[in-house]
């Protein structure tokens, strides 16, 4: 039904930025969450950031908190991630995730999500 493609990844040196897009296709819904989760090697996939697709509330985990920015532009149906000052341990696949209705205390879940584009890969060298 959607389909979610991310973008924008590559290889930064420790204090660099990247931004990353994913672009949602097919049909979606206003009443949804749009959120950027990561996975290193060996690491389980951890949430990063989320926004409300209807207001853009967003939310954030501590350790990117004042670095990264997540927003959305609702005309091209895309969230993205704005990633500065990149460190070595942010180095991971990001993958977008779309979810219907998910309560609020439980979006760092990402059994609650329900479509998952194919991760795009973030090297971020020392």
């Known amino acids: 039904q959607v389909k979610l493609a991310e973008s924008g990844g590559g290889l930064v040196q420790a204090g660099g930025s990247l931004r990353l897009s994913c672009a949602a296709s097919?049909?979606?819904?206003?009443?949804?969450?749009m959120a950027w989760f990561r996975q290193a090697p060996g690491k389980e996939r951890e949430f990063v950031a989320g926004?409300?697709?209807?207001?853009?509330?967003?939310y954030y985990t501590d350790s990117v908190k004042g670095r990264f920015t997540i927003s959305r532009d609702n005309a091209k149906n895309t969230v993205y991630l704005q990633m500065n000052n990149l460190k070595p341990e942010d180095t991971a696949v990001y993958y977008c995730?779309?979810?219907?209705?998910?309560?609020?205390?439980?979006?760092?879940?990402?059994?609650?999500?329900?479509?998952w584009g194919q991760g795009t890969q973030v090297t971020v060298s020392s």
């Open positions: 995730a779309e979810g219907f209705n998910i309560p609020p205390r439980t979006v760092v879940a990402d059994s609650k999500y329900d479509y």
């Open positions: 097919g049909l979606t819904f206003s009443n949804r969450y």
């Open positions: 926004i409300t697709w209807t207001f853009g509330s967003t």
